[in-house]
């Protein structure tokens, strides 16, 4: 009886072991199945969005590039400052000198 009992629940021991077997080799495939079709939908987007991301790099470093040049450019100016001085009062002196001769000048007639 025992016997006839354990042949009886023998083959559905057998087809849930068969099933087990089935469902866990083929798994790992599915799950590959489904990440294959999520990265081939997201795919296009996600390399758009990379572009974009590298065209405002680009362009963000084109605007980096003239901010520093600016402020190199008004450094320059702010250090030349003496020689704008030395200038100033190099004309100072022409000045001077011309009204001087001038005045010279008019004195003589």
């Not at 294959?36 to 470093?61: F, G, I, N, T, Y």
């Not at 250090?79 to 100072?92: A, H």
Request: aromatic residues 8%; contains cysteine.
């Amino acid at each position: 009886n025992e016997e006839a009992e354990a042949q009886k629940s023998l083959p559905s021991f057998t087809d849930k072991f068969t099933e087990s077997i089935y469902v866990l080799a083929n798994e790992p495939s599915v799950a590959l199945y489904r990440l294959q079709e999520h990265v081939r939908r997201s795919l296009p987007e996600l390399a758009q969005h990379k572009a974009d991301m590298q065209r405002w790099e680009e362009q963000s470093q084109g605007a980096i590039y003239t901010v520093e040049y600016a402020c190199s450019a008004v450094k320059n100016l702010v250090d030349s400052s003496v020689y704008f001085r030395s200038v100033e009062g190099l004309l100072k002196q022409a000045i001077s000198i011309r009204d001087h001769m001038n005045a010279t000048a008019q004195g003589h007639r």
